[in-house]
Every structure is written in C-alpha cells, then in structure tokens.
C-alpha cells in the first residue's frame, strides 16, 4: 500500500491498512492510524499523531513548524483524530511551548483545499471548513461549526458549537454557538436554524435558542445581564447551556 517513491522514515509508524501515494514524504515520530490514506506528495513533519479512516489529499502539509517567530525547535506536537477528510493544498502546524503545545483536530472534519490551521488552533468534530479558510494561531472551532470561503479568525478567537460563517467572514471577536456570522468585520445574522433543524433539534428547542439570541442581541441589555437573564432559563431550555457557558468565559467579548 506504499507507493515504492514515498519516503517513509523508519521512526515513523504506520498502522494497517495505510496507503501511501507517490512522492510523499512521512518524517520521524509521526503516527498513522489503519486505514487512513495519503495521496501523492503529501509532506508529513513529526511530531504528529493521526488517527483512522482519515483521507489526506496530495500537496497536504501537516505538522511543520509552527509560523511564530518566538517558537525555538520546542518539541511541539500536532493530534488529528479519524474519519477526517483533508483536501489539496491544506497547511496545518504543530502547536508552540508559549501555549498548549498541541494542535489538535478531532473527529469527522471536512477540511477543504488551501485550508490553514495554525499553531494551538483547537478544532472540535463534525466541523466544515471551506475553501481557503484561516485560522490564526490559539483558535478554537466547536462541534459542528460551518466556516464558509475565505473566513478569517484572529487569533485567539472562539467559534461557538453549530454556528455559521458566511463566505468571506472575518471575526476578529467571539462568534457565540448557533449564531450566524457575515461580513468583512462579523456581524450576526440571526442563529443557524436550518442546521439546527438538521441536527435533530425541535421545533421547541429552535425556538428557545432565538429568544437567546434576541436577548443578547435585541434586548439592549449587557452581555452580562444577557448571561444573567439566559441562566433563568437554563433549566426548562437545556440546549441553552453551551451558549450561557460560552457567554460567561469570553475573553475577546462577542461580535455584536
């Protein structure tokens, strides 16, 4: 299943059922999962972990070095987890000792050409990043987020679980969960219903969350009376606890 021009470092390890295309390169302490299979001309830089079931598409690189000056060869580290498809062209990078010191993709990501992941980036599952997607370095994507073309995230930027950013998007401040994000500087736009709805979310629930989103967002209170306000709630709307979680620990407060 390895193509006989690949490069394969004998430090590298490769599980069952792993294909290999022509002309890549896997270095040292990289890690491979069965079943996952790189196309041609992939370049793979340790140390990095990859699960199973994963497609890499050729001209991938994944886990250089992170692009941060401060960075000084610190023994960093880059974790993707299975069932992942990487597209053409895509760049992600190990993480830097002045942070976490981990990059980490999980689980049923559909990542889509030219897609860059910086360092420490934190990507949860079941997320869609198209075409030419950026994440600057410490990000964090939640569950199921949809990153439209050409979205820009600054670093340190959380993107709340299930929300959406239209094509272009850029947020330089938090993107809350089942919010709809859109323009050159983010707006919001309302909550994400039609994926909602797709998710097996009710009628009920999709209402619930957009009476939250109109209290944060049209009610002219604070976002601190808005958390406040949301937690009265709580208990006869479960589905609002990742928002009031995610409203509570902002460090970058919110696009408003």
């Avoid at 069932?83 to 895509?90: A, D, G, L, S, V």
């Avoid at 073309?149 to 670093?155: L, P, S, V």
């Avoid at 009376?225 to 709580?234: C, F, I, P, S």
Wanted: charged share 20%; proline share 4%.
């Amino acid at each position: 299943m390895i193509h006989p021009t690949a490069i394969i470092d004998a430090g590298a390890q490769l599980a069952a059922g792993v294909e290999v295309g022509p002309y890549s390169v896997i270095g040292p302490d990289v890690t491979v999962g069965e079943n996952t299979k790189i196309d041609a001309q992939v370049i793979i830089t340790g140390p990095t972990s990859i699960g199973g079931h994963n497609h890499i598409f050729s001209q991938a690189s994944i886990g250089a070095a992170p692009q941060d000056k401060k960075y000084n060869g610190e023994p960093t580290r880059l974790e993707i987890g299975d069932h992942n498809t990487i597209r053409e062209f895509c760049t992600i990078n190990r993480g830097t000792a002045q942070d976490r010191g981990v990059t980490t993709i999980g689980n049923h990501n559909w990542i889509m050409a030219y897609v860059h992941i910086a360092h420490d980036v934190i990507v949860g599952d079941h997320t869609i990043l198209a075409n030419n997607a950026t994440l600057a370095g410490h990000v964090e994507v939640g569950d199921y987020a949809i990153l439209g073309g050409f979205t820009k995230a600054h670093q340190f930027c959380r993107i709340g679980a299930h929300s959406f950013c239209a094509m272009d998007t850029g947020l330089s401040k938090d993107l809350p969960p089942y919010v709809v994000a859109a323009g050159h500087l983010a707006e919001p736009k309302g909550i994400n219903s039609e994926g909602l709805s797709r998710r097996d979310y009710t009628a009920a629930q999709i209402r619930n969350i957009k009476s939250a989103y109109k209290t944060i967002y049209r009610s002219g209170l604070k976002l601190s009376e808005a958390v406040a306000a949301l937690e009265k709630q709580r208990e006869e709307a479960p589905e609002l606890e990742i928002l009031i979680r995610f409203l509570a620990t902002t460090e970058r407060s919110i696009i408003r």
